[in-house]
């Protein structure tokens, strides 16, 4: 896996589905490359605009409550993001994330540090986000969630997997 590096967007504590993609849009975009320009856009209208590929959401706790809404994680996805680091996530939020590709990392102590704006790095291999303040280490990834986002996500990984039986 490659090493995530971007600029931090903050947020914090319970962020639901509904502000990460407004739910006025669920049924009325439905091509994942339209989600992206409304991702966060009631709680940060400069996020989509603004957002470049590998830039790092830093959360408080239970980012992705609310609906079991898979378009709050392709939104995101989607439009560049590299990874989002929270106290904790919603627990359907966390399996979208996981299924997309999307890192959804748990680390408190880096959570607390770091500062909007601030450059971050990702190693996920080896379970370290470094930063102008320090280093943080999470839990490194199991072998099987490295499989799926090396195959850009579960649909891919099944249909790799199912082929190899073949």
């Not at 992206?36 to 590929?53: I, Q």
């Not at 799926?148 to 039986?165: N, P, Q, S």
């Amino acid at each position: 896996m490659e090493i995530i590096r971007g600029r931090v967007w903050k947020y914090g504590e319970n962020i639901n589905t509904d502000v990460i993609f407004p739910g006025k849009y669920t049924y009325t975009i439905s091509k994942p490359a339209e989600m992206p320009a409304h991702a966060l856009e009631d709680l940060d209208p400069d996020f989509a605009s603004g957002v470049k590929p590998g830039d790092i959401i830093i959360a408080g706790k239970n980012w992705g409550c609310g609906s079991s809404r898979e378009q709050a994680v392709t939104c995101l996805k989607e439009g560049g993001l590299g990874a989002i680091i929270a106290e904790s996530f919603a627990r359907i939020y966390y399996r979208n994330c996981l299924n997309a590709a999307l890192p959804a990392l748990i680390c408190p102590e880096a959570v607390h540090v770091i500062q909007d704006g601030e450059q971050v790095e990702i190693d996920l291999d080896k379970g370290e986000i470094r930063t102008s303040k320090g280093l943080y280490t999470f839990s490194p990834l199991p072998e099987v969630v490295r499989e799926i986002f090396d195959a850009g996500g579960l649909i891919a990984h099944t249909k790799k997997r199912l082929e190899a039986v073949d």
